[in-house]
């Protein structure tokens, strides 16, 4: 039985859009009220908290959360079958692509754990001890360097930087559709991650993280960093729609995966052929087995069991 999914990239960018929107009015509106509205009774107390743990788009272990991840690693999933299939049909940047899928996967188990966040503590500490943080220094962290209040954002800012100067050529290879989207995605979400981060971070330093300009900012920080991610799920998903036009996926037995093998091979010797011009290999049966005579080295290789497997 065959079944065929087909995929709209601007339907599933509306879908993720909605979700965005939807997840972070969720969050702003509960911590309006838990601001503004002063409950006595227990049991609605409760309820309120238990909704802005559940929805808050600056928590942990949420929804929003769980969201974010998700779509992370659905990122990190075509970026490696787009790396697959340019590795398949011999074409440039596959090295790339596979390392943007490890990025994008690490980032979804990072949205999941929180590692970033174990940076900050260590960080703060190292530049308290190189003294920039001294009064002397304009009050690097409770001034305007309460942008680095969140010191993670140091070593997440290098490493951007570092990336983007890796990225260039191939930035500049890509379709100019997929090259302007990928750079909104980019903008919009290391835009959220790092730059309205460090701005959430200074207002942490002189007001605390209990004010609603406090929620408002995290809000816009992590509205941003979906916004992107969304925006990059479309950027793949419209990039495989123009190069890559049919993806299929196909799931093998033990018996029949000599077969996809044998075509695997075919295909290979079929491409080497054409690049070198050389005729087809000339292959014979005996005995219900197929020999075929590669032309390499003059070695003959049996295929018969890959062949029955196929049958």
Not at 200 to 213: D, P, T, W
């Amino acid at each position: 039985m065959a079944t065929r999914i087909s995929v709209s990239p601007k339907s599933v960018l509306r879908v993720l859009l909605l979700i965005v929107v939807m997840l972070s009015l969720t969050s702003l509106v509960g911590h309006l009220f838990n601001y503004y509205v002063v409950v006595e009774d227990f049991l609605v107390k409760e309820l309120q908290e238990s909704f802005i743990r559940l929805f808050s788009v600056d928590g942990e272990g949420n929804i929003p959360t769980w969201y974010s991840s998700v779509t992370l690693l659905f990122s990190s999933a075509l970026l490696a079958v787009i790396a697959v299939s340019t590795k398949h049909s011999g074409g440039r940047y596959f090295y790339h692509w596979g390392a943007l899928a490890l990025i994008f996967f690490y980032l979804s188990l990072d949205e999941g754990v929180q590692i970033h966040e174990m940076a900050i503590k260590p960080m703060r500490l190292i530049l308290q001890a190189s003294g920039l943080l001294d009064a002397g220094w304009g009050g690097l962290l409770y001034g305007w360097g309460g942008l680095l209040y969140y010191a993670w954002v140091i070593p997440g800012a290098v490493c951007t930087v570092i990336f983007a100067m890796a990225y260039v050529r191939f930035l500049m290879h890509l379709p100019p559709k997929t090259r302007w989207l990928f750079t909104m995605a980019g903008a919009l979400y290391v835009g959220g991650a790092i730059g309205v981060e460090s701005l959430s971070g200074q207002y942490a330093a002189q007001y605390g993280e209990e004010r609603i300009g406090y929620h408002a900012l995290t809000t816009a920080e992590e509205l941003l960093e979906m916004l992107g991610v969304a925006v990059f799920v479309y950027a793949l998903l419209e990039y495989m729609r123009s190069q890559l036009t049919t993806v299929e996926f196909h799931i093998y037995s033990r018996e029949n995966l000599a077969g996809l093998r044998l075509r695997i091979y075919r295909a290979r010797e079929q491409r080497r052929l054409s690049a070198t011009g050389a005729e087809a290999p000339q292959g014979y049966v005996e005995g219900g087995v197929t020999h075929v005579n590669a032309g390499i080295g003059g070695a003959r290789h049996d295929l018969g069991d890959v062949e029955r497997g196929a049958s």
